[in-house]
Nanobody
């Protein structure tokens, strides 16, 4: 059974930091690209960051470049999102998702599997 389990969300003040984790199981982790997406209240879901696990190629949305860092621990089948200098506009439910890297050229779209999400709230 494929599982993606997010953790690490919570309430933080503006300027603070959080590290999200996405623990994956049930598929060949090294063959996949793992992405972080977020959805704020009343807004559409948007892509935040993506990592192609086999070659560690990364992608960031312009809104988080320089503040967020995505990484993977292949031994633990876990992807992390380190979020620094958080802003109130980063408040959202954050989801991790997975797709076979070869199917999308290593990019994160039309994802195959999704986690249930973790809430990040940034207070001003």
């Amino acid at each position: 059974e494929v599982q993606l389990v997010e953790s690490g969300g919570g309430l933080v003040q503006a300027g603070g930091s959080l590290r999200l984790s996405c623990a994956a199981s049930g598929f060949a982790f090294d063959d996949y690209a793992i992405g972080w997406f977020r959805q704020a209240p009343g807004k559409e879901r948007e892509g935040v960051s993506c990592i192609s696990v086999d070659n560690a190629r990364t992608y960031y949305a312009d809104s988080v470049k320089g503040r967020f860092t995505i990484s993977s621990d292949n031994a633990k089948n876990t992807v992390y999102l380190q979020m620094n200098s958080l802003k109130p506009e980063d408040t959202a439910v954050y989801y991790c998702a997975a797709v076979r890297a070869d199917d999308r050229g290593g990019f994160c779209y039309d994802m195959d599997y999704w986690g249930k999400g973790t809430l990040v709230t940034v207070s001003s």
